[in-house]
Structure formats: structure tokens, C-alpha cells
């Protein structure tokens, strides 16, 4: 095993600092997380990503917010500015369950303590610093304010919300993976010789992609779209939600346009983003030069979330899965970015010799396991299209389906010393393995790539995400129809009796979606019984900001369509839908039946327990 130093982290405090050699830093980044020095980890990423610019970066994680704020003012003011990361979670699905519960624990916080962030940590980090240092910029990133660059429903306030940069006060935001933003923010920053003021930063990030900043004078140019005021969408629902479709499909464009969205006196810019990275840029991120372990001051300590992912490989970065409640492609985009199998294998080398590796990876994996290098055969169209999802409601004719890149990597993994075994822990996608191209040599790598899959790479359970059973709600979700489901049930039934095997497939369901009626709930019940399920893998849908999903629930309309849209919004009726999962405990039959009895649907009662 390789002996580290204290120096091969970034600094976390000023003696570290010192013992870097330094006597200033040029960006400090301020984390919701603790400090895990990883390629899985945002704060790590772009700390990375700034020293390999030759830049004095330090992180201080999870900074106490209620004390004398010491930890905001230990290294002292940054060159640059002060980024911050609230964690690779949103901080309030982290902090609460859908029924706005406190949760009990944070996967992110060693030994999962659940009280080491405050809720919005965005916000409470920004007013903290520009309290304290109010000339020095302060720059929002990761998944907490990428998702709430323009105005949002916040479903833990239940109400709507201005853009981030007004309730925190931050003089800018880069949305989206920020490798190439933050890079080029630091580069312009150096440029400068003295301390920029506010009115010079905005001038400086002006036409910086993926940035998002306030302007009190911005004239419109051509091929902008402006977006319905915050006041507008305050005061009618159906504006809010056609905003919301401008929104999703700048993201999803090769070629985006730049947004404006008055809010007050001020209007918020939103920069089109980068072109999707190239392999080369992407190999770049991944290659550099992480401890892959948790910072040593937590000696002694769990961290869960770095636990579940400390033997995985991340294989490429977005998603063209495109589902309604999704956050992925509105994050990373839709256009997938694969690794190199040379920097794959690098990493997987690394992971054999970690101490305690015993041989077996526990996922080589993406946001949809089996999307690896997938794009459009002819990239003109791609670059003209802004359909959020390549498979949705049909496979795109365009697609290249072809699943040998991906059985490279797998056989060369495999092939690699130390290696026991690759398990796939990431969802995947059975549309894209049912589905029939053109190609017969493409077909035929779909064949293969399932019987290997579910031949060597599952863990005794296999899971994927059909979502429900109701065809009229996965319309909704932007998912194939369940009958997909059950075809793939009986191939993979039908390879582990080949194969002498006695694994589990392990589907994943939501209530309360946008468009799921309790009827709807008890026809799952139902078909999940036939299927001989007895559900584990279930959840409620919670709202998050900047889904189609979450814009339906709230406004009560299709983005897209402007068609009404049932949601269930009480606790009753998100309890009477959440219950139908549960038709196999003893305790639910009671409540099940007169609820059955209630909705006019006592013909399902004994198609659940049998004719009494």
C-alpha cells in the first residue's frame, strides 16, 4: 500500500498551510461534505482541478456555522475568491424525508452524525463570509445551487423562490459540472493585479459559460430567451411552468442560449453552458492526483457515503434517460462523456491497493450503468436537437446502441491482477436492452452484454427502476411501458436458470408522482403480486427543484403540454398511496381493504388476499 502525507491532501487549517510551504491561498473552498479527497467528491474535484492550475487551494469542510465562526476565518482571505460547495447532496433531500422529517443521519459526515450542516448551506456560508471579507467574490457551485440558478419551487418552504445568487448574496454561480468554468473564473482572477470590486467581477465573468450572475442593466441580444418574471410566475402557476420547459431544453442543448429572468430591479443571467468535455478533458479530471481516502483528521471515524463508494468506478459522466424527477441531465446534461479505457484501468490499479481491497468492485457504473460512449450516429442531428431524453417516448433512430465498448471494459477490468470480481451497482436501463436498432451487430452486443451482465456482474440482486406499472403515470415520468419490465424479467429469469443461478432482480418504485392516483397505487399492488414482488425498494416522491416532475406537482400543469396534472399533496393522501407497496404485512391489510372499499375498488381485494 502507498504511505501518504498529511501534504498529499489539500490543506484543511493553517498549519497545514504552512506545511505546504505556503504563506497565501489563492481560492478557498468552503464544504457542506466532509473532506473526502476522491473523484466522487465535488469539493475534491474542483480543488484538484484549481492546483493543477498551479493554484494554492485549500478546503475547509463542514465549518461550524453557529459558533464564533473561527472556521470561516482560519486561513484567512483567499487571493481569488471563496468557492462553496454544499455537498454532493442536496442539503434539505439530505437533512429531510419526504414527509419533511428530520432525518437521522448524513451519509456524508463521519460517523453519519446528522447535525454537522445547516440546511441551505449556500446561503448560511455566504452571508457568513461576506460578513466577514465583504470585497472578496464568493462563487456558488454544486447540486444545491446549480438546481436553483433561476426560480424555483422549494417544496421544504412551500413556496416559490428567487434565483440562489438573491437570497444568498453571492456575486455568482456556476452551474452544472464546473470543471471548465471554475478554471477559467481562476485564470481571468490571476489576471488581475489588485482585488477586483463587484461592479469589475461581473464585468469580468460576463460571457463565462455556465456562469449565472445579477445585472441591474443587461439589454437583451438576439437569440436570448427571457425568461416570465419571478413577480409573473408569483402570481400565475401556468407561467412558472412554461418557464421551466425553456429551462430543460437550454440544458439539454449542444448549442444553448442565454437566459435573463427580471426579479426585481435585478435580472438574473444565465450563461449557455460548455460543450459537452472531451474524453481527454475528462480523463484529465479523473487522473489527478487523489489520495482516493478521507482526509486523516478523521481518523477512526465512518464516513457512509465514501464507504459505498470507495471500491467503484465512475465510467462517464450524463444521462439521456431524461425522467421527469430526475435531477442528472439537468446537472450534467444529456450528452454522454466517456473515460478512456487506459485512465478506467488506471483507477481500478489504484483501487487494488487500497489495504483493505479484497478483489471485488463493487460497481463500474455511471448515472445509467450501460450508457457508456452511447451518442448519435450522425452528431449534426445532436447538435440541432433539444429532446430531453434520447429514449424517451421511442429509442432515437439516431442512437448508436452499441454495447461493446462497454464489454471492453468489463473483460479488460476483469482481466487485471487482484481482480475477483466486477459487480455493476449502478441502475440500468432494460429499454436500451430490449431495444432492436438497424444493426444486427449492434443487437447482437445487446445480447451479450445482458447475458454478461447478469451472468458474472450482479451481486446475488440486480437493480433496476421500472418506476410503476401504470402506463398513464410513466408517461408522465418519461419511462418505458411496464410491459418492458416484464419482458426483461422473464430474459433474466430465463439466463439464471441457464446459468444455474438463483439471483434476485430488484425493481424500484414511486407513489404520490405527479399524475398517480390511489387507484393507480392499488393496480401496482396488484400486478407486483402477480409478479410474486414483495416490495422493498420504494419511496415517495419528494419534490426537488428546477423537474419537470416537481414543476407539475406544484403548478398542477405539464410544462411541456400546460395540460392539468393530479398530484397528492395531503399526508392522507400520500400515506392511503404509500401504503398500497405494503399489501403483504398483516398490520396494512386492514387499512388496505377499506381503502379499497372507499376509492370503489373492492374487486382488487381479492386479487390481493384471495377470495374469503
Not at 76 to 103: E, H, Q, W
Not at 142 to 154: K, N, Q, V
Not at 458 to 477: C, Q, Y
Not at 514 to 537: N, S, W, Y
Request: glycine fraction near 6%; include cysteine.
Amino acid at each position: 500500500m502507498k504511505e501518504y502525507r498529511l501534504t498529499d491532501w489539500l490543506p484543511t487549517t493553517k498549519k497545514e498551510v504552512e506545511l505546504h510551504g505556503w504563506d497565501e491561498l489563492d481560492v478557498i473552498l468552503f464544504s457542506g461534505d466532509a473532506y473526502v479527497d476522491h473523484p466522487s467528491f465535488g469539493a475534491a474535484v474542483i480543488g484538484r482541478i484549481l492546483e493543477a492550475e498551479g493554484l494554492r487551494v485549500a478546503i475547509v469542510p463542514q465549518p461550524n456555522w453557529r459558533d464564533d465562526l473561527r472556521d470561516f476565518k482560519k486561513l484567512g482571505r483567499p487571493r481569488l475568491f471563496f468557492g462553496i460547495s454544499p455537498g454532493c447532496m442536496d442539503s434539505m433531500v439530505n437533512k429531510y424525508t419526504a414527509n419533511k422529517r428530520l432525518r437521522s443521519d448524513d451519509a456524508y459526515t463521519p460517523d453519519a452524525r446528522p447535525d454537522m450542516r445547516p440546511e441551505y448551506p449556500s446561503i448560511v456560508y455566504t452571508h457568513i463570509l461576506k460578513k466577514l471579507f465583504p470585497d472578496v467574490p464568493v462563487v456558488l457551485g454544486g447540486i444545491e445551487a446549480s438546481m436553483r440558478r433561476l426560480t424555483h419551487y422549494d417544496y421544504w418552504q412551500d413556496r416559490v423562490r428567487p434565483s440562489i445568487l438573491l437570497d444568498s448574496g453571492a456575486d455568482s454561480l456556476i452551474y452544472g459540472m464546473g470543471e471548465k468554468p471554475v478554471v477559467e473564473l481562476a485564470e481571468r482572477l490571476k489576471r488581475q493585479q489588485t482585488q477586483v470590486d463587484a461592479q469589475s467581477f461581473k464585468e469580468l465573468i460576463a460571457d463565462i459559460p455556465q456562469m449565472v450572475y445579477l445585472d441591474k442593466e443587461v439589454v437583451a441580444q438576439e437569440g436570448d430567451i427571457t425568461l416570465f418574471s419571478h413577480e409573473e410566475c408569483l402570481k400565475d402557476k401556468k407561467k412558472e411552468a412554461a418557464n421551466f420547459r425553456h429551462i430543460e431544453e437550454e440544458s439539454n442543448k449542444y448549442t444553448a442560449s442565454r437566459m435573463l429572468q427580471k426579479t426585481g430591479k435585478q435580472t438574473v443571467v444565465v450563461n449557455p453552458p460548455y460543450p459537452p468535455l472531451t474524453e481527454a478533458e475528462l480523463d484529465h479530471s479523473f487522473d489527478l492526483p487523489y489520495t482516493r481516502l478521507p482526509h486523516p483528521k478523521y481518523k477512526g471515524k465512518r464516513i457512509p457515503a465514501y464507504d459505498m463508494i470507495k471500491f467503484s468506478v465512475n465510467l462517464h459522466r450524463g444521462c439521456f434517460g431524461g425522467c421527469a424527477f430526475c435531477t442528472i441531465s439537468a446537472h450534467q446534461g444529456k450528452f454522454i462523456v466517456g473515460r478512456s479505457k487506459k485512465s478506467i484501468l488506471k483507477e481500478v490499479k489504484a483501487i487494488t491497493e487500497l489495504p483493505d481491497f479484497k478483489g471485488y468492485l463493487s460497481d463500474l457504473g455511471g448515472p445509467s450503468a450501460n450508457m457508456y460512449r452511447m451518442k448519435g450516429r450522425d452528431e449534426a442531428i445532436c447538435r440541432k436537437c433539444k429532446r430531453p431524453s434520447c429514449i424517451y417516448p421511442k429509442v432515437c433512430p439516431n442512437l448508436n446502441t452499441d454495447h461493446r465498448p462497454l464489454l471492453d471494459i468489463y473483460h479488460a477490468v476483469d482481466a487485471l491482477p487482484g481482480i475477483k470480481k466486477s459487480f455493476i451497482g449502478s441502475g440500468v436501463r432494460y429499454d436500451l436492452l430490449l431495444h432492436q436498432s438497424k444493426n444486427p451487430d449492434t443487437d447482437k452486443s445487446t445480447q451479450e452484454y445482458t447475458r454478461e451482465l447478469i451472468a458474472r456482474h450482479v451481486s446475488g440482486r440486480l437493480k433496476v427502476a421500472p418506476e410503476h406499472t401504470s402506463d398513464r403515470v410513466l408517461n408522465i415520468m418519461r419511462k418505458p411501458s411496464f410491459s418492458q419490465f416484464g419482458e426483461f424479467k422473464k430474459i433474466f429469469d430465463r439466463i439464471n436458470r441457464e446459468e444455474g443461478l438463483r439471483q434476485q432482480l430488484i425493481p424500484y418504485f414511486i407513489s404520490s408522482h405527479p399524475g398517480c392516483k390511489e387507484e393507480d397505487m392499488a393496480e401496482l399492488a396488484v400486478i407486483t403480486k402477480r409478479l410474486d414482488f414483495h416490495l422493498e425498494q420504494v419511496q415517495d416522491f419528494t419534490p426537488t427543484p428546477m423537474t419537470v416532475a416537481t414543476e407539475a406537482w406544484y403548478t398542477g400543469f405539464h410544462p411541456y403540454t400546460l395540460e392539468p396534472v393530479f398530484s397528492a399533496k395531503t399526508q392522507r393522501e400520500k400515506l392511503a398511496q404509500r401504503q398500497f407497496f405494503f399489501w403483504y404485512k398483516p398490520e396494512e391489510r386492514r387499512n388496505i381493504i377499506n381503502e379499497l372499499r372507499r376509492i370503489g375498488r373492492a374487486d382488487l381485494i381479492d386479487k390481493l388476499y384471495g377470495k374469503r
